[in-house]
């Protein structure tokens, strides 16, 4: 299975971005779907994980209200929506699958390559 992320890219203070990860080989209804990010010479961090029916929802406290998780597994497709973009949200986001949400957020079992989103002040 590999888990294939799109959407990001060059963004103004303010703006907003839409994240995209679908998993190839396999439905997304499968898994516990999340999202990470790593800052230029940060760690990777959690940012937000979703349940398999998408009710249940983890987020980040540094994220405050701005972003939004969900999946339409119609589509075999999961997403964040990012808002109020600041240059700290900067980094480097990857798509991530596990079959629990306490795995996702943890250290999650699927990766995908990464998308880089970059907020210029």
């Known amino acids: 299975v590999q888990l294939v992320e799109s959407g990001g890219g060059l963004v103004q203070t303010g703006g907003f971005l839409r994240l995209s990860c679908a998993p190839s080989?396999?439905?997304?209804?499968?898994?516990?779907m999340g999202w990470f990010r790593q800052a230029p010479g940060k760690e990777r961090e959690f940012v937000a994980a979703?349940?398999?029916?998408?009710?249940?929802?983890s987020y980040a406290d540094s994220i405050e209200g701005r972003f939004t998780i969900s999946r339409d597994n119609t589509k075999n497709s999961v997403y964040l929506q990012m808002n109020n973009l600041k240059p700290e949200d900067t980094a480097i986001y990857y798509c991530?699958?596990?079959?629990?949400?306490?795995?996702?957020?943890?250290?999650?079992?699927?990766w995908g390559q990464g998308t880089l989103v970059t907020v210029s002040s």
């Open positions: 991530a699958a596990d079959i629990t949400i306490a795995r996702v957020t943890a250290r999650p079992s699927l």
């Open positions: 080989g396999r439905t997304s209804s499968s898994y516990v």
């Open positions: 979703i349940g398999w029916g998408g009710l249940r929802t």
